[in-house]
């Protein structure tokens, strides 16, 4: 009987071998099949044959069944988990089996929903009886184009459309096929002189392996470049990848993909799918013409990839930040690389790894520096300077009247605070109590209208105590600001304005487009917000933008704090005066001399930028050097200590590479575990990936162990 290895989802760094049955027929390479493990069944990927198991033949175990109602896994995705798994140290079968849906992880059978039927090439030539009507009817309006199930319906048409695919003249399909002569592509806006420049060195480096990166300030038409590539991608019969970062966004621009290319078949794919439709759709991958997801489909089947593009290129939720702690940018360059096929990164603020690397020309870099709608000009930014004037809960006056002054114009503003929550803690006045969670070093966040005190680290969530805790006084308060306690401060100082919050609290996926047509529709004069709004959004009446509390990251210990608040800053400004009026941004700050406005104020990502990595240079920090983290967590801080410390005797002896201390990591405690973490860093990349394979297998052999350990490489947060 056939030996063959199996990848399964354990934290083993190994493969197993099984006996296939001959009845079972053949497993080709990344078929899915069932296992017996254990005293349990798993679904896991056959890779090889094994020539020699190292197992007793009588201790092997037999293949249960292959699972053959979904396709097996591609080569060159195969070869991109191999990737990941050497450049990760991550188990192979682990990252395998997190490259499918959910619901195709388990080996229950998943019939794919089909809804549109087709014609067949039969059906094209065929001769319907000519007593059947509408069978002959059906057919010829399939000729002219795919029918959706639900029309069939409607016409009560679907027992002559059984009767067609009986015939084998009709099939029932998942995505309907282009018919060949219909109009694709929508007119474009002739494009801008930069976007012409742009399309000139982009358009030929199609068709084979580049990174190319946009820096656009916001408002340039990257977008509008993106589809135009995608478009010659399309015209050569290839697929395209667009990676961006939020689910909240994927709507707005599926939407305007659609509009572009009414007749093409774009897939979306992100966890706010119910997991029968993402099952659906990564099942739809290979057709489709256009994919359209987060960073999970960087793994998706695309045997036809032209292009990838990763929008937003910067955001940290292309990091994942547990389990395979892959950067899905930097996994798509791989694939890019692996595929031979050109990758293009675009953002208003690039990622300084990725700004380095254009600088020094490993990337090409293009540069669009108008807004493409020629009117639009830049905001201008002014700095409300808090050591010299007052704050009454979170707001000053120059804020309120440029707020008040918008509001008799009209026009739309947009107030940004990165707090959620009514507000940051309860406090005691009487005995300085402050809502600490019982399990974290975090404070117990106040949402006032859900009545609770919610932890938004380890998500404990209590009711709101009648009385201080620790001394019994029943006057408890709010400390600070959140955007629902912002919200209501607002609304009774401006009772005419309508006001709409935006944050994870009250924004589902698909409210997303209510939102925008509200806004759009002069529905609403204030928007108040976390980050979430201050990406994508493209409102032209929006001439205002507040920005009321940025100081905790100006002296913050994490050396990418600045650069991900100027990012942020940069993304908050573009969303006022996108059309033809004029915007304002007002920055309340204790910090007006901090050199990071002086870039702000001019708009000037690229001095900013060089700035910051002349201090990164000197520093010997990203990008200029390496990082791996080794993250251990234990019930007590000794415990985790003495286990990085253990680690850091275990680690070998390499001159290039550096083993810093073990330290308690910023956020200590989460979920009644200690966090601490070893950081280990180097110049040169080969040298730190060497010195990560012989260390790696030494962590197993660590004793006592920690409750989890993990190594996050290339970390974005500490
Ligand atoms: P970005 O992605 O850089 O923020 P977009 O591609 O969304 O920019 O473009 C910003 C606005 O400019 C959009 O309203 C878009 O329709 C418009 N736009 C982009 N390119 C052009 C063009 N060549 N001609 C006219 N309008 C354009
Ligand atoms: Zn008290
Ligand atoms: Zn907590």
């Not at 474009?188 to 030929?204: G, I, K, N, Y």
């Not at 595929?339 to 090409?364: D, F, K």
């Not at 929006?542 to 704090?561: C, K, N, Q, V």
């Not at 850091?648 to 405690?669: G, K």
Request: proline letters at 8%; hydrophobic letters at 45%.
């Amino acid at each position: 009987m056939p030996l063959i290895q199996v990848a399964l989802d354990t934290p083993l760094y190994r493969l197993f071998d099984y006996r296939l049955p001959e009845e079972l027929g053949t497993a080709r390479p990344g078929s899915l099949v069932e296992v017996p493990f254990g005293r349990t069944r798993q679904v896991g990927i056959a890779l090889g044959p094994a020539a020699d198991s190292a197992i007793a033949a009588d201790k092997l175990r037999d293949v249960i069944r292959v699972l053959d109602d979904r396709p097996a896994l591609s080569p060159d995705i195969l070869r991109l988990a191999q990737f990941c798994a050497d450049y990760y140290h991550y188990p192979l079968g682990a990252i395998l089996l997190a490259t499918l849906p959910p619901r195709l992880r388990n080996a229950a059978p998943f019939v794919a929903d089909t809804p549109w039927l087709v014609v067949t090439d039969g059906g094209r030539s065929a001769e319907p009886a000519a007593r059947a009507h509408a069978q002959r009817a059906l057919l010829d309006a399939l000729r002219e184009a795919p029918q959706p199930r639900d029309t069939i319906r409607a016409q009560k048409q679907s027992r002559h459309a059984a009767a067609l695919v009986t015939a084998g003249w009709a099939a029932w399909v998942r995505l309907p096929p282009v018919s060949g002569d219909s109009p694709r592509t929508a007119t474009p806006p002739p494009a801008t002189a930069e976007q012409q420049t742009a399309l000139e060195s982009l358009l030929p480096a199609l068709g084979k392996f580049g990174v190319h990166l946009i820096h656009g300030v916001t408002g340039s038409g990257k977008t509008e470049l993106y589809l135009r590539l995608i478009d010659a991608v399309l015209a050569d019969g290839r697929q395209t990848l667009v990676l961006i970062p939020e689910i909240a966004l994927t709507p707005q621009l599926e939407q305007h993909f659609r509009r572009r290319f009414p007749r093409r078949r774009i897939v979306t794919l992100h966890s706010g799918l119910a997991e029968k439709d993402r099952a659906e759709n990564w099942l739809a991958a290979p057709d489709c013409d256009v994919l359209l997801g987060t960073r999970l489909s960087v793994f998706a089947p695309l045997p036809r990839l032209g292009l990838i593009v990763v929008d937003e290129e910067h955001d940290a939720s292309f990091k994942q930040q547990d389990s395979l702690r892959y950067s899905a940018r930097d996994v798509a360059i791989a694939r890019a690389k692996q595929r031979n096929v050109p990758v293009v990164l675009g953002s208003a603020t690039p990622s300084l790894e990725s700004y380095a690397h254009a600088l020094a020309g490993r990337y090409q870099l293009i540069e669009l520096q108008q807004r493409a709608i020629s009117q639009a000009r830049l905001p201008t930014i002014e700095l409300v300077d808090l050591k010299h004037i007052p704050v009454d809960n979170g707001l000053t006056r120059p804020v309120l009247q440029a707020l008040g002054e918008t509001l008799a114009r009209g026009e739309q503003s947009l107030v940004f605070l990165n707090r959620r929550g009514y507000a940051p803690a309860l406090y005691c006045p009487s005995c300085a109590w402050v809502s600490p969670c019982p399990r974290c070093s975090a404070r117990l966040v106040l949402h006032r209208s859900a009545r609770r005190l919610k932890c938004h680290h380890c998500g404990l969530e209590t009711r709101i105590p009648a009385e201080c805790p620790d001394c019994g006084n029943p006057d408890l308060k709010p400390l600070g600001q959140g955007t629902q306690r912002l919200e209501e401060t607002l609304a009774a100082l401006l009772p005419a304005a309508r006001i709409r919050r935006i944050d994870r609290d009250t924004m589902r996926p698909r409210a997303w487009a209510e939102l925008g047509e509200a806004v759009h529709g002069g529905a609403v004069d204030i928007l108040v917000g976390t980050q979430m709004l201050a990406k994508g959004h493209d409102f032209p009446n929006m001439t205002l933008a507040l920005i009321l509390d940025t100081d905790g990251a100006l002296y913050s210990p994490d050396f990418r704090a600045t650069e991900r608040l100027f990012a942020q800053l940069m993304q908050v400004a573009g969303r006022a005066g996108r059309a033809d009026k004029p915007g304002r941004v007002l920055i309340q700050t204790a910090f007006p001399d901090h050199p990071l406005f002086r870039y702000l104020q001019r708009h000037d990502y690229a001095g900013y930028a060089r700035a910051l990595l002349a201090e990164r240079k000197q520093l010997d920090l990203p990008p200029f050097s390496r990082q791996v983290l080794l993250r251990a967590e234990a019930p007590t801080m000794d415990a985790a200590l003495a286990f990085l410390q253990r680690a850091a005797a275990l680690a070998p002896e390499l001159a290039d590479v550096s083993v810093f201390a073990a330290t308690p990591a910023p956020m200590a405690r989460v979920a009644n575990l200690e966090r601490a973490q070893l950081l280990i860093q180097s110049a040169q990349r080969q040298a730190l990936q060497a010195f990560v394979r012989d260390w790696r297998p030494q962590l197993d052999t660590i004793r006592p162990r920690v409750a989890r350990w993990s190594l996050d490489v290339d970390p974005l947060v500490f």
